[in-house]
């Protein structure tokens, strides 16, 4: 069946560094989606991308979607100590049906 | 409502007990899904219901998992005979597109 890793499972910087989160599927996707979810909070959605190649920004996090549609990434730049948690992606099958990978936690100094 | 809502929010059980979880989705959201999340872990999906086509059970683990979802609207995963290894937040989000709106969770502890 369809699987969707994320790398690293933990990712501690310094407060000012750079972060990247990647995401590889098995199979083809429709669309990856991204969740960002704080300690002891739940996941919201971030974005969603549809498109092969396509690149999308919120501040300073940058979406990628792969041309094959099977990876992405999630960047961001210069992290602050709101940034802390975990981010997901969530990779879309025609059938609509969502499978996550297992995470990135991120960790900040101040 | 405002958003997905989850009940209880905490559940402790004793081993083998039976429990119920529900979940309301909002309003107009025509799919309803349900994940586990072990500590520090990542969403297990465990089941999809969309409309009124048969729900995709793939994701549950054992034949102690059930959920139904009612009208369309309301769903309540039930464990029985619950094990210690259930012990997680279970995790309710629905959507009307793509993007999942998630509930609160409910975190259940079995002793």
């Known amino acids: 069946g369809q699987q969707v890793m994320q790398i690293p499972q933990y990712q501690h910087v310094q407060e000012g560094e750079d972060f990247t989160t990647y995401c590889n599927s098995s199979?083809?996707?429709?669309?990856i989606q991204w969740y960002k979810q704080r300690p002891g909070g739940h996941p919201v959605f971030l974005i969603q991308?549809?498109?092969?190649?396509e690149v999308k920004k919120q501040k300073r996090l940058t979406f990628q979607f792969g041309e094959a549609k099977k990876n992405s990434s999630l960047h961001i730049t210069a992290t602050q100590t709101t940034d802390v948690g975990t981010y997901f992606c969530?990779?879309?099958?025609?059938?609509?049906?969502?499978?996550f990978g297992s995470g990135t936690r991120l960790s900040i100094r101040p | 409502g405002a958003g997905v809502s989850q009940s209880p929010s905490n559940k402790v059980t004793e081993k083998g007990k039976d429990v119920e979880l529900r979940c309301d989705p909002i309003?107009?959201?025509?799919?309803l899904y349900w994940y586990r999340q072990s500590l520090g872990q990542g969403l297990e999906f465990l089941i999809y219901?969309?409309?009124?086509?048969?729900?995709?059970k793939s994701g549950l683990p054992s034949d102690r998992f059930s959920a139904e979802r009612t009208g369309g609207s309301v769903s309540t995963l039930t464990i029985q005979r619950t094990q210690q290894e259930d012990s997680a937040v279970y995790l309710c989000?629905?959507?009307?597109?793509?993007?999942?709106?998630f509930g609160p969770g409910t975190r259940l502890l079995v002793l």
């Open positions: 199979t083809t996707l429709s669309n």
């Open positions: 991308l549809v498109k092969s190649g």
């Open positions: 309003s107009g959201h025509t799919a």
């Open positions: 219901f969309q409309g009124n086509s048969a729900p995709d």
């Open positions: 969530g990779g879309g099958s025609s059938a609509s049906k969502i499978i």
């Open positions: 989000a629905s959507s009307l597109g793509q993007t999942q709106y």
